[in-house]
């Protein structure tokens, strides 16, 4: 799984199926910009398919005792879309994409895709700053 999604991305940020496999959700950087892309699994054209600015990025993580949590935020026009991944105070491992109108805080939530945490491979991490990706407070 892992090698045939770099081969796709020369720099993943981020990449996850759907419980379903049947759409899979993939970030990547594309210096000076970030690539978002949504659709089904394996298909050559995705339903999304966008590249912004690196500033219109962004990435928080978190981790303690209990739990751990990154996200790494896109934002398209008045479109966020929001990936996280981690695992929840019992332990177990989740992943997400969420979408909103607006901003995460403040916007109106659209919808939740919960993601196969087997699927995903997460580059989340101080090393995004390197590559221009403003990092997040907030968590």
């Known amino acids: 799984m892992r090698n045939a999604h770099y081969l796709r991305c020369a ?26 892309s949504f659709g089904k699994t394996g298909a050559e054209h995705r339903e999304m398919d966008i590249t912004v600015p690196a500033q219109a990025t962004g990435y928080a993580y978190q981790s303690n005792q209990v739990i751990s949590l990154q996200e790494f935020t896109v934002r398209n026009g008045d479109t966020t879309y929001q990936v996280s991944a981690g695992s929840n105070d019992e332990g177990k491992p989740f992943a997400a ?4 109108r607006g901003s995460p805080d403040t916007g109106k939530h659209l919808a939740t895709i ?14 995004l700053q390197d590559a221009g990706i403003p990092r997040q407070d907030g968590l």
Not at 97 to 100: A, G, K, M, S
Not at 116 to 126: A, M, S
Request: hydrophobic share 35%; aromatic share 10%; glycine share 4%.
């Open 11 to 36: 720099k993943p940020v981020f990449y996850a199926q759907t419980l379903n496999h049947k759409k899979e959700v993939e970030i990547c950087i594309v210096t000076p910009s970030v690539a978002y």
């Open 97 to 100: 994409l969420d979408v909103y």
């Open 114 to 127: 919960t993601l196969d945490p087997n699927t995903v491979v997460n580059d989340i991490g101080h090393g």
